[in-house]
């Protein structure tokens, strides 16, 4: 079997969807599904079983496992309980870690761009323990995230046992279908996306930089399809293990991406730019962009989707048509 955490989540739930067209129907899902529809995300699925995750260490005693793909976590960047954030996305992953290898199963796992704070040391994806204490993250779940890469990357360095693959993945800007639970975490084209094809006006902050105009403040935007085409690379090329980042190695503006949802939906551009709240100017990111060589170096070639072609594909595939999910 397979096991994928968070898989009713975004990421997961799009991973769980590519393992089915794939052949695999012996997924299991460990998620939280909750009250607010995210259920959803895997109506279409088909599943050797669902565990809760307190429950899933349990669960793993005396099982065989192809891989565990592990996407769970507490995601907001705006979380502030630290015991859960570090007992959700630390300590459960640091649990999995010793399970896998001791079982001799893969590992795949979710970092996060966020672990690079912002973007002082700049976004090159190493792996060396003092490579990686360089970084400062910028908020409970980056810092979460970052202490995992470190865990990890100690015991590499130690020569202590790992599984026969690890692999850590850090995400950079992810929007695609299933992401409609995420609420303020949404990506800014799902948010919009109403309006615009309302024909109401949306809105996108202003510069408060010299020479960055109005709406070019800019993210490495990656289609969700690339993210899943990489995790299916890694299952299937288990000589491959390493913290790599998974984005474009092209940042794009917010302008850009509202232009091509217009562009998809055959209408006139309606932006406005409204003045940044002061009290996030001091620590907003005008620029992310990954450095994707580690990645191409270890042999991924499957590439990526160029932003418009992306939007126009969740919109005209998903967002526009009656039932948004995958």
């Known amino acids: 079997m397979l096991l994928v955490t968070g898989g009713?989540?975004?990421?997961?739930?799009?991973?769980?969807?590519?393992?089915n067209d794939a052949g695999r129907a012996d997924v299991v899902v460990s998620d939280f599904l909750g009250h607010d529809g995210k259920w959803w995300n895997l109506a279409k699925r088909q599943l050797a079983d669902v565990v809760p995750p307190g429950e899933l260490m349990h669960w793993l005693k005396d099982r065989r496992?192809?891989?565990?793909?592990?996407?769970?976590?507490?995601?907001?960047?705006t979380a502030t309980d630290g015991d859960l954030v570090i007992e959700t996305n630390f300590r459960l992953s640091?649990?999995?870690?010793?399970?896998?290898?001791?079982?001799?199963?893969?590992?795949?796992?979710?970092?996060?761009?966020?672990?690079?704070?912002?973007?002082?040391?700049?976004f090159r994806d190493a792996d060396?323990?003092?490579?990686?204490k360089t970084l400062r993250p910028m908020n409970l779940y980056g810092w979460s995230k970052h202490l995992f890469d470190l865990a990890v990357a100690e015991r590499v360095a130690k020569g202590e046992p790992m599984p026969p693959q690890w692999a850590g993945l850090k995400f950079f800007n992810v929007f695609g279908p299933n992401e409609y639970h995420k609420g303020g975490m949404m990506s800014v084209l799902t948010k919009r996306f109403d309006d615009i094809k309302a024909g109401r006006g949306i809105q996108l902050f202003k510069s408060h930089r010299e020479g960055i105009a109005d709406g070019d403040q800019r993210r490495d935007f990656i289609y969700v399809e690339?993210?899943?085409?990489?995790?299916?690379?890694?299952?299937?090329?288990?000589?491959?293990?390493?913290?790599?980042?998974?984005?474009?190695?092209?940042?794009?503006?917010?302008?850009?991406?509202?232009?091509?949802?217009?562009?998809?939906?055959?209408?006139?551009?309606?932006?406005?730019?409204?003045?940044m709240p002061e009290q996030i100017r001091g620590s907003y990111?005008?620029?992310?962009?990954?450095?994707?060589?580690?990645?191409?170096?270890?042999?991924?070639?499957?590439?990526?989707?160029?932003?418009e072609d992306a939007v126009t594909q969740y919109v005209t595939h998903y967002l526009d048509t009656p039932d948004r999910f995958r």
């Open 8 to 19: 009713a989540g975004f990421i997961g739930s799009n991973v769980v969807a590519a393992l």
């Open 65 to 77: 496992l192809d891989a565990v793909i592990h996407m769970g976590a507490i995601s907001e960047t």
């Open 94 to 122: 640091m649990r999995l870690l010793d399970w896998c290898t001791t079982h001799g199963v893969p590992l795949i796992y979710a970092s996060s761009a966020a672990t690079y704070g912002d973007g002082e040391h700049g």
């Open 128 to 132: 060396t323990v003092p490579e990686l």
């Open 226 to 275: 690339d993210v899943v085409r990489v995790i299916l690379w890694l299952l299937a090329t288990p000589r491959v293990s390493g913290i790599y980042n998974v984005g474009t190695g092209t940042a794009r503006s917010f302008k850009d991406m509202m232009l091509a949802t217009y562009a998809a939906l055959g209408t006139t551009p309606n932006i406005e730019y409204i003045d």
């Open 285 to 307: 990111q005008y620029f992310t962009q990954s450095e994707a060589d580690r990645l191409r170096t270890a042999g991924y070639n499957g590439g990526f989707t160029r932003l």
